[in-house]
Structures are given as structure tokens and as C-alpha cells.
């Protein structure tokens, strides 16, 4: 299993060699954030454009099932992952407030495109839109595009991997900054 | 950056009065089967629909009020994330409609460029209606098999224009490159392709009896109805009326191209659905008769650096997936519209839903409203 | 029809009709208060027959408002543009939604962005807009909206 | 404890019966009063079982007359709760007080 | 040769050597409850990432290959995450049921175990109505599903909840019907009965076109039954959001998941008992020597491949079909099935007193 | 005849159902079909086509020099004020002021890739890279200063 | 292993849900908001009674599908003995559902089999 | 005692236990499912007789027809889930009377009373004795009542259409 490292992703229990021999497994909280970097099952939410690329992300060519993400619920009580792919309105705003609220625990975020991080086109001159969804509920990841290609939403889905199994939270990840 | 927001203020419409028995239930704004965020309160009686209420604006980002202030170069991009599975189409009528008041000539190259990119649209829209339309009546498996060939479409249009989705190619004057290299030689692959992979869509869909029960006589709209209400595109072919811009007001070189306009009678889902399925069949026919003959020539009119509308009204129509986009700048005389107003063919198809749906299942409406193909961005503007 | 007959035909209908070459389309002016009559006649006269009105809509000149009809005949494929102007202040005509039922939505919005008040209309409720947005018309040239709209 | 044997059955059919009895005078809901009625009922199967078991082991009667009893319980129930659908479809309400006054 | 009776009975043998009679049933109990929730953990995870496998061959994508070797560990990670994932009860919800509801789910899921012969002669209990005991427990699954649909005060439950309810009562019907078949032609209920007396061929097999139309009968009801696709009603995504269990999360939701699954596998060990001869190894009326070749692969062998051989077959109809309509649903049973089994059980009953089978 | 009818309708639902079956089948068992980019694994072999409208980029060449001229036509040119540049005079050997940027301040965060600054640009200064993989922890790090410190333009360029 | 595996059975059924549930209790601290609590439907506050009743289409098939189910329950024994018992249970079965038919017609005719 | 008496007991508590608590609660939903656990608990008993078909029955007539019919005619008429009204406490306590006066009395009865078992060897009532018993035509047999109950069933059936179908009345 560690010759094609970069392939899987390996159990965390690390194996260390006690001096009287036998081995023990690393701590509870690596696997915990193992299993939950690696079941990241979103919610199916998506206003606009973006939510097509969304879409191309799940379809055969891109194929995030490979991660273990293709498990979209309808539900956000059985989700984990909420990615706002697409513009947020006004009228939109609350709505997205609650979902998110009525997510089970532990949640993360996804911003997705220009819109979802700072209202992106239509930032200037309009009367409607919410100018990054980060105003309405934390986000985690942002992914800059308009619409972001496929290997970018991929590549935020690994990225808020790597977070969620370095277990920092957002205060720290501010603090520390780390990249990206 | 995170803090409460002040801005939004809550959008609970108390709507459907509730009788004994009445399920009022809240379909959408998040929904995996309204295609976004189209807000659907429905008056159930037991699984019988007594009453189907659209809420918009969900995702109403003021497009018009924003072009109102983007010069007429600018704000093309806008409109490609209005419908954004047409996005070329809405690009070209606003480019016509521009071209029109500025007595601007399109090179040849140009318009045989602008035709084949909206015929290609036109399929990778439908693919993905095809998949989702599947995916809404349970069928997962057809919707990956249409993003196989979406997907090879996004390439053909990433590797001319740069982008797969919201590419803002087509300007006032012409497209905004040349076509690439390789660009005719991958289009003939995708023909091949497709060709080699349209029967599968019978065999997985179109043929199998669950889809024909679930589509057949659901959702019917009668001719009259249609024109009334304002539908056009697919869903008022598919109730026989007559209603393609390209054959109609044809636009572009349309008038010199042949192609049949698709028409079904029935009215019901199944024949919007046959609608779309011939009509990807058509547009094909259509690249064939281009793709090997692309006049030489440049691909950009000569124009100013700042394009100035005279002033007057100029109203363009094309003919989108969803149907017919129609443009109405109103100018000053200015660098920017006065007034801009797109009439969206999802805005009229969706006001005709509550009246086909009425006295059905809930499977029903979530079949119906898959044929009506909606793109909520595109209703909302 | 071509343009000139529909000219002749509409001013027997309406004598006080006033006609503009400003589109490629036959455009007509009309008072407000003439609009539901002619529209009816618009619709059932056997010869025009412009049973679909392909777009409704609104412009705010600082002045005054102009509703702007666009009707076409699937029949005869012949248009007109019907327009007529309202005062700004409280802007006032009678809707078509029962001649044309695509006017219901279109009025909607009109009435939603710029205040326009259809008379008759079946439910002239926000269509668009979240709730609370009665008053403010986001599409008048006046609107002004400090907290969500940042000028460029 | 004693090994259970017949007393201990007929004393839980007994009291079911009068569980079944309690719960039909006190309730006023037509389909709880169903529900008391098929406690009653059972206890009835228990007690041909048990004496079945017990003192007749050498024939199936008792378990016959279970068999139909059970049969015969389900027919009555499919009526009974036929007939309180209609009531409630017809008076909105299916409670005894109101359904003492029907007339139809 | 290796098989699981053997086993069973070394250790038997040990305990009874070492304890008195009543420790040994309690160290054995013991054993056969660790033993069946091992298996039933195993069994989710196995199904779970065999659906997801097969859905991504069929969609023409490579489905999980990331975590573990070959996305192996896949379905591992998402119950580790479940089980450390929030399970939230709504306020407005009927507590008490709400979190009965779960539990029950499994039990029945469990219960349905006791008569599945995994093996030659390792069964848990024979029971001498085997048949109409799996048919009496598994009509206990509705009462769950009702209880979370009314529990959790939602209307996507209720519809959803409603809507199985209706569906799976109906198909129980033809379901027995179609086991009934078996029944008469082997005349016994109890499960190894049934197996013996498919010793020299199956009976889809030996029982002409009767037998085959109720295997077919058998599997549509069956799938109905387990609320899959095409018939999931219950959970119909694109409708019902996401059914019963909208408002359940975290372990509550999986062990509903689990029970879903656990019963695809013991309705299609049931198939696999009634039609295909259980863990019966393929033999064909008398030629000694073809029989005692197959006899040498381990009858476990024959039992979890025939078992999994009917759940691929309803996984593919499940990526393959659209949703029947609710009313379409129950117009199949009412119209189609129903009558079919009840002529095919007449015919089946006629066969078998004409002896018209091998 | 009734019967008749039935058992047709019957037999042709079956049909039209194996057909389906039979296809999906075809793809389960052929997976020489299947066309899944593994992303992150194919990073090398990934070639965008040299058109993709990754990001703006003001082009340095190898001594750190770049031909935008402060002209501010992309900025003007710009829908959504993506762009912003500061100028600053500095002061040629000759005495003569000279304009040039000082800072080439790119909002990622708002770009639509919309491509009209690329060709508003009369010098060609700027260019889109292909880049695409933009998730950050932290939405002020997508504000960019496009100019390398110490950077100045080339000569010869007006 | 006899009865005692029903006990078993349950037992551990009971034991693996409990303790699975139990861990989730215990490994994760919750937040709680005041959204939370409230019925998802699809993101917008939900209007009206949830507990309305519900139209009679349902339960009419439940009430044939309890007198079949009656009926299913008296062929179990009757299977068992069928093929010895021979034509005696062939004729005994064929009135049974013979008379039986004649119910299921006559829902057929006046349409409680029908979706309303 | 022996693990069976144990078993006995308990399943005696739960039928009990769980019938109280049927009649008594006042959430009807509650109840149904209350009443689903006593015909639990009897099937377990009828199990525990070893009298296993009866058992089964038991389940799959009671528990999945009866109690899931029960259970949608709650659906059907329980409007918004509220509870029953609360009881008179005078009636409460006068059933309450009535009842313990009539299960002492009961309970008298059997104890005084002295049952004779026959002393024929038993029969074991597996399902193919049931069965045989059911269909022979003699007169021991039960061949008669089975095909009268497929009658009852038939009208049982017409009478549930006729009943369900008819129009609502325009009373009220
Ligand atoms: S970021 Fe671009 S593509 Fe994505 S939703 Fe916004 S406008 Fe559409
Ligand atoms: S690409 Fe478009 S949005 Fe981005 S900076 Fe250039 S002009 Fe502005
Ligand atoms: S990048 Fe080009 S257009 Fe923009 S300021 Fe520099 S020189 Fe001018």
C-alpha cells in the first residue's frame, strides 16, 4: 500500500515500533478526521452557472466519486459539505442561512466561483446580490473562476481535505495562514 | 469574515390558502429537481396537485439594471450568465441586436463561425437536458452517459474560446478569435461520435415503458394554450405551433441553410421530450453542412474602439435552446444602453406550468417541469 | 398584412391611433385609456388576429413611463409595437392578462420593477422581489439603494 | 417463581381482556375503541390456545377456532375502519359523541 | 473439507468439554451475536461499496479508487464518519418514535437472519416454517418506515412513509405467492427441507415456465419490497427529497441505510434458497460424477454466489430504470402481479400433483 | 381479445426493458469505455488548450521586465473594475517625468475571464495563464499585485 | 442453536444500534441553533399543518391488501400438503380462489384498484 | 428457574406493560404502535406454546394487516397529530371499578376452579398436521369452515368497497 502512496490515501494508523516490540496505532483523532476528510458527502445546492460545472465535476469524465463525494444528498441533514456554486441574492440569502443551520455537525463550506466569494460580475451596480457568501454563513474554501473548470472544484475538494485532516480550525488557519 | 448579515430580509410568502385536507408543500428554492433554485409552492390534495405557485428570484441578480451601466462591448459577458447552457445564442442576439442598430456588415467567416457555435450549443444544451430530464424521472445512469458527449462539445468550445461554460466569444462585429487549428477536424470527430452514440439514447430512455408511462399524456398543453401563454421553443413545438426564429425571422445565414423545423402534435412531456431529441439530429445536419465549408476571410468586422448605439429602439430575436430570446436596447445615443430588456423564453414557459400540471401527481409535475427545460437564471435575469 | 394596410386597418379601429417609424415594426401610440378595447380587437379581429404578445415591458424616461407591447400574429406573422405613455407618479392601465395570459407574469414584473398599477389584475403580488420591496422600484432610473448597490 | 403453566396464561388473558374492557369504556376515539376490541379479542385467542395446550393436546380445535377468530377479526376490522373512514368523511370527526347523533 | 459446520461444531465440542451446559449456551450465545453483527457490519460495507463499484462501471466512470487500496476502505470511512457525525432529533418530532423507529429497522433486519442456512448444515435455527416466518418478520419493516415518516413531522416523510407503506404491503402479496410456489412443489416450509429437496437440480430448473415466471415475480416484488430502485418510492430523490428518513442524520440515518441493505441481501438469500437451491451445489438429476465434482467447492461458495449473483441483478435494475409513478407502482401489483402468481400458483399446484417436474 | 392484448403488453414492457439492461450491462462489462480524467494524478500530463482564461498576468520577461505602460485602457475596458492601476511618475535620467505603474492590483475573486482587457491592451502587456487551481483558506489572498517588485517596463515600449 | 437465537438476535441488534448511537453521542459536541430544531423543506419555513389527513387512495389498498393477506395466510398449510394430499387440495383451492376472484373482479369493476 | 420461564415473564410484562399503556396514552399514534407491541408479545407467547403457525399468523394478520391498517386510518383522520381529549375522571375511575371488580372476580374463578388435561398422547401442531386437518372432507375436518371463511373474506371485501366508495353525504 505505500508504493503507490500518492494513489491512496492511506489508514492513518501509523505503526510505530515500541522498544519491547508490538506496535501501536496513532491517535483517535487522525482516524476520526481520516473518515471524515474522505466521506465529504455534499449537498446537492447550486443556483447557477457554476452548478453546471458542478455537475460536470460528478459526471463520468471528472468523476469526484473517486473521493467518495458522489454520495449527493438532498437532505442537509445527512450532508457534510455545502457548496455554494452560484450567485447569492438577497432573497437567496436566508435561505442559504438555514440549510446551513440545519446541516448536522461537523459542516464545511465550499465557495465556489467568483459569485459565491464576492459577488463576482455582479458585484458593482446591483441591487440584489449578496457580495460574497461568506456575509451569510463561514465559509472555508474559496475557488476562484468564473466558472471554475472541473479539476479546480477537484482540486478545492482535496484542499478542503487537507484542512479537515490537519483538524485546524478557521481561527487558526487564519492565524497560522498556511498555504495555500 | 464571517458576521451575521443585515442585508437579506426573510422571504416567507404565506401563499396557497390551505383547505381541509391541503398539503401545502415547498418545493425548491434547494431541490434536486427544480434545476436551481426555482421556489414551487404546492397545494397538494393526498398526491393530486390542486395548485402549483412559482416564486422567482432566487437568483434574480438585476442583470438589466447592471447593463444599463456597461458600455455595449461590456456587457455581452452578462448575458452569457443569463441562460448559461445558451450561452453563445444570448451572446449573438445581443451582438445582432447591436449590429442591427449600428449598420455594422458581418464577415462571411464570422457567420458561418456564429451559426456552428449555436448549433453546437444547442446540443450540449440538450445533452444535459437530456441527462437531468432522465435523472428527474429516476433513470441516473443516461446522465452520465450524456455528459460524454457534453463534455467532448466543452472541449471543442474551450480549446476556440477559452472557456467551457461562460465563454464570451461572440462580440458586436464578429467572434472574438479565429477558429482554432484544430477546430474542424475535432467537430467531425464529435459528429462521428455522436452518431455512433444516439441509439443508445432510445435504447436507455426514449424505448423503455416506465419512461413512455410517466411522459405520455402528462402535462398536455394545447396549441392555443401555448401561443397564449407565450411558450415558444420545444415546448410549443411540441404542441404543434409553429414557432422557430431560425425559420421564421431567420437571423444569421439561417435562410440558406436546410433544416426541418421539429414539430410534434401530442402536446404531452413525451413529444417535448421527441422535440428535442430530433432536434440535436437537426442541428447536426446543420455543422455538416458548414463544417466543410467555412469561407476564408477575417473573422471581425472593422469597428470603432467605442461602440455608440444611434438612438432609437432595436429589438433582435434568436431562437435559444429554451426558445425564442428576444433583445430590446432602447438608446440614447450613448455609450450604454438606456433601457434593456430580454424577453427569456423561460420566464412565459414557466407561467404555463401551474396551468398543465394541475390534477396530476407530484411525479407528474417533477417530469413536466423536466420537459419544460427550465434555467432559472434565465427566468429571473 | 404589410405595415401600410395594418395602418389603415388599426386607424379605423382606434381613429385617435398615432403612428412612428421609429423600429422596423409598425409602432403606435395610444392613450392609456383606449389601450383594453383596442387590445380586444387586436386579439379577435379575424384580419389581424395578434393572438401572442412576444414581449411587455416598461422604459422610465425621467419624465414620464411608457408601457411598450409587442404583438405578433402566429397567423399572419405580421408585428406591431403598441406603446403608451403613463404618468410617472402613479402609473395607471388596464392589464391584458385575461387576453393574453403571458401578460400576467409580464405585469407582474413590470408592476414589481417600476410600480406600474394593472388594473383588474388577478394577483398583483411581488413576483421577483423578496417581500418588503413594495414602494422601491429597482428599475427606475431614480432607484437608489445604498446598502447592496455599489456604483462603480 | 413457579414454572409457568396454564394459571399463568389465563391470567394474562384475563387481564388483557379487562385492559381491552377498561380501554373501551374510557375511550371516546372510535379507532381506539377498535384497537381495545382487538385486545379483547386476543386475549379470547390466548385462552383457546392455552386450554388447546393444556387439557386438549390431542386435538387442533382451539388452534382452529384461533385460526378464524383471527381470519374473522381481520374482516371485521377491515369493515370497522372502512365504516370510520366514512364517518370521518362525512362528519369530520370520529368520535362517539358526535357519531351518537348520526342520522343517515 | 473446510466448511462451516465443522467449525461450529469443534467449538462446540471444546466448550461442552470444558463448561457446564449452561455456561456453553451463554459463552455460544455470546459468540453467535458477536458473530452475526460482525457479519452484518460486514455485509453493509460489502454491499456499499459493491453498489457504488457497480454504478460507476455502469456510468462509465472508475467510482471510488482512492481511499485504501482501490477505494476498498471507502464505505469504512463513511460509517466512521457517521458515526461520528451529529444524529440531531427535530424539535417538532415524536421523540419517543423517532428514535424507536432505528431500532427497530434493525431488529427486523436481524431477525430475518435466524433461518437463512449459510451452509451445509449451519443454520441458526431451522424453523419448521421457515418461509412464513421470514414473510410474518419482514412484514414487521412497514411499521418501521410508518414510524419514522410520522415521527419526524415533515411532509416529505409523511408522503414518503405513506407511500411505502402502501407499496410494501401490496408486494408482500405476490411475494408469498410466488414462495408459496416453491412451497407446494417442495411441501415443506422449513428452509432446509426446501434445500434437500433441490438435491438432484434447482427448481428453476426442474420446474419448467411456472417456476421461472414466479422467479421473476419473486425478484420485481422482492425489489419493491426493499424500497431500491425502480420502485423507491419511499426515497424518491428527485420528489420526496429524501423520503422517511428526510430528517434523520448520522448513525440514525445509517443504520436505516444498513437495514436497507441487510435486507436486499437476506430477501435475495430467500431467492436464492427457494429458486436456486441455497447452498445446494449445482447438480444435475444423476450424473453421479458432474455432482461430486461440484461438490467439492465449499457449498458457503454456492450460498454467497448465488446470493450475490440476485443482488447484482437487482443493483442493475436499479441504474438502469426510471421511477415508476406511485399509482403505476401499485397498478403492476394489482394488475399485473397479483393475478399472474395467484394463475401461476394454480398452474404450479397442478404440476406438482401431476408430477410434471424432474 | 383481452388476454391476447394483456400478455403483449406485457411482453413488450419486458423487452423494452432488457434492451435498457442490456446496455447498461455493454458499459459494466467494457471498461475500456470508461473516459474518467483522474485529475489529480494526470497534473503532468493535464494540457489545458493554450486559450483557457485561467487568469490575468502581466508578462515579465527574464530580466524582469514588463511592457505595460499605465495606459489604464484594461481597467476602462474591464466590466466589473477587476482591475486597478496605480501609477506613479518616476523620473527618467533625462529629467522628463515619465508615467508607469506602480502597482497592477488584480481582484481574482471578481475576474469574470471575460478576456476584453487581453484585447483592449495596446501593448499586449498582460496575457491569461492557464492556471486554474485557485482554492485558498483566505479570500484576501486572491487580491493580487501583478507587477514583481523591482519590476519596470521595457524600453521602447510607449 | 434453536429459539434461543431469536433472543440473540435481538439482543445484539438492540446492543450494536445503542452502542453505535451511543459513540455518536459521546464522540461529538454538537452546536445547536434556533434553525436546527425546525422541518427541512427544501431551505424555506415550512406552511401549514404537517399531520393533515391524508387522501383515502392509501388506505383502500390496504384494506384488500388485509383480506389477501388473510387469504395468503390459509394457503400456508394448504401448500404444505397440497402435492400429497393431490386433487382433493387442488379443488379445495380452486373454489377458495375462485370465490376470491370474484372480489378481486369486482374491485377491478367498481375501481378501488384504481389510483384516486 | 430455567431461561424459559424467564423468557415467559418477560414476554408476559411486555403484553401487559405495553397494553396498559395502549389504552392509556393519549397520543393515538402512540397507542397504535403500543398495541403492535402486545400482539408482539402474544405472537411471543404463542411461541413460547410452540405453537409456532399460530405465531406467525399472529404476525402477519395482526401486526402487518391490522396495525398498518390502523395506522393509515390514523393517517387518515388524525388531523395535525394532537392529542385525545383528556377523560373524565369520574368515568375513568368508574370503568376503572368496574374493570378490577370484574378481573378479581375473574381471577377467583380460575383459581378455584380445577382443570382436567386429558391423557391422550399430544399431537404436534406443526403446519402439515394444520394442514391436513384443514382440507380433509371428513367430519373432523375443517374443509367446510375454510372455504366459508373465503366467502366471509369475499363479502368481507365487497362490503369495504361498497362502504369506502360511497359518496360523502352533503350533511354537514
Ligand atoms: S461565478 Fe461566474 S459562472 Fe459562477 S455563478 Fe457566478 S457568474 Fe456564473
Ligand atoms: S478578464 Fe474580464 S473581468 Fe477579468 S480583468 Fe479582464 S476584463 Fe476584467
Ligand atoms: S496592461 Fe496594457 S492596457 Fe493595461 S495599463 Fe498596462 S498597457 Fe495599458
Known amino acids: 500500500m505505500n508504493e503507490n502512496q500518492n494513489k491512496t490515501v492511506d489508514f492513518p494508523g501509523k505503526i510505530e515500533e515500541i522498544p519491547g516490540g508490538g506496535i501501536v496505532l496513532s491517535k483517535l483523532d487522525d482516524i476520526i478526521n481520516w473518515a471524515r476528510s474522505n466521506s465529504l458527502w455534499p449537498l446537492t445546492f447550486a443556483t447557477s452557472c457554476c452548478g453546471i460545472e458542478m455537475m460536470a465535476t460528478a459526471s463520468a469524465k471528472y468523476d469526484f466519486s473517486r473521493f467518495g463525494f458522489e454520495v449527493a444528498r438532498a437532505t442537509p441533514r445527512q450532508a457534510d459539505v455545502i457548496i455554494i456554486a452560484g450567485t447569492i441574492v438577497n ?59 472541473p479539476e479546480a472544484l477537484l482540486h478545492a475538494l482535496i484542499t478542503l481535505q487537507e484542512k479537515i485532516k490537519s483538524g485546524m480550525t478557521r481561527e487558526q488557519i487564519k492565524t497560522k495562514n498556511p498555504n495555500p | 469574515m464571517y458576521r451575521e448579515t443585515t442585508i437579506v430580509n426573510d422571504s416567507t410568502q404565506i401563499s396557497s390558502d390551505g383547505g381541509a385536507g391541503d398539503l401545502i408543500i415547498n418545493v425548491g428554492p434547494q431541490h434536486p429537481a427544480t434545476h436551481g433554485v426555482l421556489h414551487l409552492v404546492i397545494t397538494l390534495n393526498g398526491e393530486t396537485i390542486k395548485k402549483v405557485e412559482p416564486h422567482l428570484g432566487y437568483i434574480h441578480r438585476s442583470i438589466e439594471k447592471m447593463c444599463e451601466s456597461l458600455t455595449y462591448r461590456q456587457f455581452i459577458y452578462v448575458t452569457s450568465r443569463m441562460d448559461y447552457l ?52 429516476g433513470a441516473f445512469t443516461p446522465f452520465f452517459h450524456a455528459f460524454r458527449e457534453r463534455e467532448t462539445i466543452n472541449d471543442i468550445m474551450e480549446e476556440t474560446c477559452g472557456a467551457r461554460l461562460t465563454m464570451n466569444y461572440i462580440v458586436p462585429g464578429g467572434v472574438m478569435y479565429d477558429l482554432h487549428p484544430n477546430f474542424q477536424q475535432r467537430v467531425k470527430d464529435f459528429i462521428k461520435l455522436y452518431k455512433s452514440k444516439i441509439h443508445e439514447y432510445d435504447e436507455m430512455v426514449t424505448g423503455n415503458i416506465i419512461f413512455q408511462n410517466r411522459m405520455k399524456n402528462v402535462g398536455v398543453i394545447s396549441a392555443e394554450d401555448a401561443i397564449s401563454w407565450g411558450c415558444t421553443g420545444p415546448v410549443a413545438r411540441g404542441s404543434g405551433v409553429s414557432c422557430d426564429i431560425r425559420k421564421l425571422y431567420p437571423y444569421e445565414l439561417y435562410d440558406k441553410i436546410e433544416f426541418d423545423e421539429v414539430l410534434e402534435t401530442a402536446g404531452d412531456s413525451f413529444a417535448r421530450y421527441m422535440v428535442r ?105 | 398584412m404589410n405595415a401600410e394596410e395594418l395602418k389603415i386597418k388599426i386607424t379605423e379601429l382606434l381613429p385617435s391611433a398615432a403612428f412612428e417609424e421609429a423600429s422596423e415594426w409598425l409602432t403606435i401610440n395610444i392613450e392609456p385609456k383606449d389601450w383594453l378595447p383596442l387590445a380586444q380587437q387586436l386579439r379577435n379581429d379575424a384580419s389581424l388576429h395578434f393572438d401572442y404578445l412576444f414581449c411587455l415591458t416598461c422604459i422610465d424616461w ?40 403571458t401578460a400576467d407574469f409580464h405585469e407582474r414584473e413590470a408592476y414589481e420593477m417600476f410600480g406600474v398599477n394593472f388594473l383588474n389584475h388577478p394577483d398583483l403580488r411581488l413576483l421577483i422581489l423578496p417581500d418588503g420591496w413594495e414602494g422601491k422600484n429597482p428599475m427606475r432610473k431614480d432607484f437608489e439603494d445604498a446598502v447592496n448597490m455599489i456604483k462603480l | 417463581m413457579m414454572q409457568p403453566g396454564l394459571y ?32 379483547i379479542l386476543n386475549s379470547v385467542n390466548l385462552n383457546f390456545i392455552a386450554f388447546n395446550k393444556y387439557l386438549w393436546p390431542h386435538q387442533m380445535d382451539g388452534l382452529f377456532f384461533t385460526l378464524f377468530i383471527i381470519a374473522i377479526a381481520a374482516a371485521e376490522a377491515a369493515v370497522a375502519i372502512a365504516i370510520i373512514i366514512n364517518l370521518y368523511r362525512s362528519h369530520n370527526s370520529i368520535d362517539v359523541e358526535n357519531a351518537e347523533e348520526l342520522k343517515y | 473439507m473446510w466448511s462451516f459446520s465443522n467449525i461450529a461444531n469443534n467449538i462446540h465440542e471444546w466448550l461442552s468439554a470444558n463448561f457446564n451446559p449452561t455456561w456453553t449456551m451463554i459463552i455460544e450465545m455470546v459468540i453467535a451475536g458477536v458473530a452475526v453483527i460482525s457479519l452484518f457490519a460486514l455485509l453493509g460495507l460489502v454491499l456499499v461499496i459493491m453498489e457504488r463499484k457497480v454504478s460507476a462501471w455502469m456510468q462509465i466512470r472508475l467510482g471510488p479508487n482512492r481511499v485504501g487500496p482501490k477505494g476498498m476502505f471507502q464505505s469504512l470511512a463513511d460509517t466512521l464518519k457517521l458515526l461520528v457525525k451529529e444524529g440531531l432529533t427535530p424539535d417538532g418530532a415524536d421523540k419517543l418514535l423517532f428514535n424507536l423507529a432505528p431500532f427497530i429497522a434493525m431488529i427486523v433486519a436481524m431477525l430475518l437472519m435466524a433461518p437463512i442456512a449459510f451452509a451445509k448444515n449451519f443454520q441458526m435455527w431451522d424453523l419448521n416454517i421457515g418461509v412464513l416466518y421470514v414473510s410474518a418478520v419482514s412484514s414487521l419493516m412497514v411499521i418501521s418506515i410508518l414510524m419514522a415518516g410520522w415521527a419526524s413531522n415533515n411532509k416529505y416523510s409523511l408522503l414518503g412513509a405513506m407511500r411505502s407503506g402502501a407499496q410494501i404491503v401490496s408486494y408482500e402479496l405476490s411475494a408469498g405467492l410466488s414462495a408459496l410456489c416453491i412451497v407446494v412443489l417442495s411441501g415443506s416450509l422449513s428452509v432446509g427441507d426446501i434445500i434437500q429437496s433441490q438435491s438432484n437440480g434447482w427448481w428453476i430448473f426442474k420446474g419448467h415456465i411456472p417456476v421461472i415466471i414466479a422467479f421473476v415475480t419473486f425478484i420485481i416484488a422482492v425489489t419493491a419490497e426493499t424500497n431500491r430502485a425502480p420502485f423507491d418510492m419511499a426515497e424518491a430523490e428527485s420528489e420526496l427529497t429524501a423520503g422517511f428518513h428526510t430528517e434523520y442524520s448520522g448513525m440514525k440515518f445509517a443504520l436505516f441505510f444498513l437495514a436497507e441493505y441487510v435486507n436486499v441481501f437476506i430477501v435475495c438469500a430467500i431467492g436464492a434458497t427457494l429458486f436456486l437451491g441455497g447452498w445446494m451445489p449445482l447438480h444435475i438429476g444423476n450424473w453421479e460424477g458432474f455432482n461430486n465434482a461440484m461438490d467439492y467447492i465449499p457449498s458457503s461458495l454456492w450460498f454467497f454466489g448465488k446470493t450475490f449473483f440476485l443482488i447484482f441483478l437487482i443493483m442493475w435494475f436499479r441504474w438502469t430504470f426510471p421511477r415508476l409513478r406511485i399509482d403505476q407502482l401499485l397498478n403492476l401489483e394489482w394488475k399485473y402481479l397479483l393475478p399472474i402468481s395467484m394463475v401461476n400458483l394454480l398452474l404450479v399446484t397442478l404440476m406438482a400433483i401431476l408430477g410434471w417436474h424432474f | 381479445m383481452f388476454i391476447v392484448k394483456y400478455i403483449k403488453e406485457v411482453y413488450n414492457g419486458v423487452k423494452s426493458l432488457l434492451v435498457g439492461m442490456r446496455r447498461t ?12 480524467q483522474e485529475y489529480p494524478d494526470n497534473k503532468d500530463t493535464l494540457n489545458l488548450p493554450e486559450r483557457f482564461k485561467g487568469e490575468v498576468v502581466l508578462i515579465h520577461d527574464e530580466n524582469n521586465e514588463h511592457s505595460c505602460t499605465g495606459c489604464t485602457a484594461c481597467e476602462l475596458a474591464c466590466p466589473n473594475a477587476t482591475i486597478k492601476i496605480v501609477t506613479k511618475f518616476d523620473i527618467m535620467p533625462d529629467g522628463k517625468k515619465k508615467k508607469a505603474i506602480d502597482k497592477f492590483v488584480y481582484h481574482l475573486e471578481l475576474c469574470t475571464m471575460c478576456n476584453l482587457c487581453i484585447v483592449a491592451c495596446p501593448t499586449d502587456a498582460i496575457k491569461m495563464a492557464q492556471t486554474f487551481e485557485h482554492s485558498v483558506f483566505d479570500r484576501n489572498k486572491l487580491t493580487k499585485i501583478l507587477n514583481n517588485p523591482g519590476s519596470k517596463i521595457k524600453e521602447g515600449v510607449e | 442453536m434453536g429459539a434461543s437465537s431469536l433472543i440473540v438476535l ?48 392509501y388506505y383502500l389498498f390496504a384494506l384488500i391488501f388485509l383480506i389477501f393477506d388473510v387469504e395468503l395466510v390459509f394457503l400456508y398449510p394448504w401448500a404444505v400438503v397440497a402435492k400429497s394430499m393431490g386433487w382433493i387440495a387442488l379443488i379445495e383451492i380452486v373454489i377458495f380462489f375462485f370465490i376470491l376472484f370474484m372480489g378481486f373482479l369486482y374491485a377491478h369493476k367498481k375501481g378501488a384498484l384504481k389510483w384516486m | 428457574m430455567s431461561g424459559s420461564t424467564i423468557i ?70 388524525q388531523q395535525a397529530g394532537e392529542k385525545l381529549p383528556k377523560q373524565k375522571l369520574g368515568r375513568k375511575l368508574f370503568a376503572a371499578l368496574a374493570v378490577f371488580c370484574g378481573f378479581g372476580l375473574t381471577i377467583l374463578q380460575i383459581n378455584q376452579h380445577i382443570f382436567y388435561p386429558t391423557s391422550e398422547g399430544a399431537i404436534d401442531p406443526s403446519v402439515r398436521n394444520i394442514g391436513e386437518k384443514m382440507l380433509n372432507v371428513n367430519d373432523s375436518g375443517y374443509a367446510l369452515p375454510f372455504e366459508v371463511i373465503s366467502m366471509l373474506l369475499l363479502a368481507a371485501m365487497i362490503g369495504c368497497i361498497v362502504i369506502a366508495l360511497r359518496t360523502k353525504p352533503e350533511t354537514k
Open chain 3, 62 to 101: 425621467k419624465t414620464h413611463l411608457t408601457m411598450v407591447y409587442h404583438l405578433t400574429s402566429t397567423r399572419y406573422r405580421h408585428n406591431i409595437v403598441i406603446k403608451s405613455k403613463l404618468d410617472r407618479t402613479n402609473p395607471e392601465i388596464e392589464t391584458v392578462s385575461h387576453i393574453w395570459r
Open chain 1, 91 to 149: 432573497k437567496m440569502g436566508p435561505v442559504l442561512k438555514r440549510l446551513y443551520d440545519q446541516m448536522a455537525d461537523p459542516k464545511y463550506v465550499i465557495a465556489m466561483g467568483a459569485c459565491a466569494i464576492s459577488g463576482g460580475p455582479f458585484f458593482y451596480n446591483t441591487y440584489s446580490v449578496v457580495k460574497g457568501a461568506d456575509h451569510i454563513i463561514p465559509v472555508d474554501v474559496y475557488v476562484a473562476g468564473c466558472p471554475p473548470r
Open chain 7, 10 to 57: 435481538i439482543i445484539s441488534a438492540i446492543a450494536f444500534s445503542g452502542i453505535a448511537i451511543l459513540i455518536s453521542k459521546i464522540v461529538l459536541k454538537a452546536t445547536t441553533n434556533k434553525q436546527k430544531g425546525e422541518p427541512y423543506e427544501c431551505g424555506v419555513p415550512t406552511q401549514g399543518k404537517t399531520w393533515v389527513q391524508l387522501n383515502v387512495g
Open chain 4, 8 to 39: 399463568h396464561i389465563l391470567f394474562i388473558s384475563a387481564a388483557l381482556f379487562f385492559i381491552g374492557v377498561y380501554g373501551f369504556l374510557t375511550r371516546r376515539n372510535l379507532i381506539t375503541m377498535l384497537m381495545s376490541i382487538e385486545l
Open chain 6, 25 to 36: 450491462g455493454y458499459y459494466f462489462t467494457h471498461h475500456k469505455e470508461i473516459i474518467t
Open chain 2, 86 to 137: 445558451s450561452a453563445h445564442i444570448n451572446n449573438h442576439g445581443c451582438a445582432i441586436c447591436v449590429e442591427n442598430g449600428m449598420q455594422i456588415e458581418i464577415p462571411p467567416r464570422a457567420q458561418v463561425i456564429r451559426v456552428l457555435m449555436d448549433e453546437l450549443t444547442r446540443i450540449a444544451s440538450h445533452e444535459l437536458w437530456w441527462g437531468a430530464m432522465a435523472m428527474d424521472v
Open chain 8, 8 to 77: 415467559f415473564y418477560l414476554l408476559a410484562a411486555l403484553t401487559l406493560g405495553s397494553a396498559l399503556l395502549s389504552v392509556s396514552t393519549r397520543q393515538i399514534f402512540r397507542a397504535a404502535i403500543y398495541l403492535l407491541f402486545t400482539l408482539i408479545g402474544i405472537a411471543g407467547i404463542y411461541f413460547w406454546l410452540n405453537y409456532q403457525f399460530i405465531a406467525a399468523v399472529q404476525i402477519v394478520v395482526y401486526v402487518g394487516g391490522i396495525v398498518v391498517l390502523i395506522i393509515f386510518s390514523i393517517f387518515l383522520t
Open chain 2, 277 to 381: 431529441v430530433r432536434e440535436m439530429n437537426q442541428s447536426i445536419r446543420i455543422i455538416e453542412q458548414l463544417i466543410d465549408n467555412i469561407p476564408e476571410g477575417d473573422f471581425q468586422a472593422k469597428t470603432k474602439a467605442v461602440l455608440k448605439l444611434p438612438k432609437g429602439e432595436f429589438y433582435s430575436r434568436v431562437e435559444t435552446a429554451r426558445g425564442e430570446l428576444g433583445v430590446y436596447i432602447v438608446s440614447e445615443g450613448g455609450t450604454t444602453p438606456y433601457r434593456i430588456k430580454f424577453r427569456s423564453p423561460g420566464f412565459s414557459n414557466l407561467s404555463i406550468l401551474d396551468h398543465m400540471i394541475r390534477g396530476g401527481k407530484i411525479g407528474d409535475l417533477i417530469a413536466a417541469m423536466g420537459t419544460l427545460d427550465l434555467v432559472i437564471p434565465d427566468i429571473d435575469r
